[in-house]
């Protein structure tokens, strides 16, 4: 990705730091996108007057105008086709998809232009557009508004995948997603737009792609992305009163995956534990849980654990608790994986 060079003040005063909740952030870092490059824009259905359906982009069209904040049709593939055309004439679009679910009348858009114009001109043509989803499920809304399809496009060389769990995150990876001259498919965990933390926007960001560990454990390495992560940390805590230590870390990157900060934790806890929304046939886990069982082989007392949504349509609202993992699921698999 593109480095983002951010500016300090002038008089060399510690930068402000707010807490922000996650949606919030990512609206204040596409407004300080839109400000910094004129050429940054906006579009998606009801993205404007309205703010989006989560009023994430509220404001951004009474401040910066309908020329860069736009309101579109309908239609994912005419939206994602016409953010291709922008970015061919130098413009940075940055388009909404207003539920995950919505996203597949423009998949093709993205697999068959988006994901390989760079490579089928030899490099000649970068095409930087970045895709905003929310998803995965715990809002109480039904199929094609709950739904976690990060692996459909994980699969697709020439993207970049991104998912952050917090406030933070959210801010600066969307700052170097836009940024970035390669297009990025940007999952939001909607189940946490409200959830709060710190924010410092004059801080210089890290590599978006690298892994972080956000709670240092030893019997076992609980490994998830997006809305999950608090998952593991509420699941740490609570395995921590029965004497049992979990490091929790938190990918932040599907495509590409940081595989050795991964290898590094694995090879101290002996146990990997991968915890994500998506159904586990054929979820990201089980790429991680492969390269991981190549790498550590030698390190591993355990067999690599998956724990995420079963093989089958989401379910109706009232029963998306017994779908979604959650503490118990989590905790059943670190004592499955310790019973080894």
Known sequence: MTTLTVARAADGARPATRTLPLGRAINEALRAAMEQDPKVLVMGEDVGRLGGVFRITEGLQKDFGEGRV?????????????????????????????????????????????????ARSLGRIRLPVVIRIPYGG??????????????????VAGLRIVSPSNASDAYWMLRQAIA???????????????????????????????ARVVREGRDVTLLAYGPTVKTCLDS?????????SLEVVDLRSVSPIDFDTVQASVEKTGRLVVVHEAPVFFGSGAEIAARITERCFHHLEAPVLRVGGYHAPYPPARLEDEYL????????????????
């Open 138 to 155: 715990g809002i109480g809304a039904v199929e094609h508004h709950s739904e976690s399809p990060e692996a459909l496009f994980a699969h």
């Open 180 to 210: 970035s001259d390669d297009p990025v498919v940007f999952f939001e965990p909607k189940r946490r737009y409200y959830e709060k933390g710190e924010v410092d926007t004059a801080a210089v960001p890290g590599d978006p792609h690298r």
């Open 70 to 118: 736009m309101d579109t049709p309908l239609a994912e593939s005419g939206i994602v086709g016409t953010a291709i055309g922008l970015a061919l004439r130098g413009y940075r679009p940055v388009v909404e998809i207003q539920f995950d679910g919505f996203v597949f009348p423009g998949y093709d858009q993205i697999v068959t232009q988006l994901a390989k114009m760079h």
């Open 325 to 340: 993992p959650g503490l118990d699921r989590v905790l059943d698999a670190v004592d499955r994986s310790l019973a080894y």
């Open 236 to 244: 740490a805590a609570e395995a921590e009163r029965e004497g049992r």
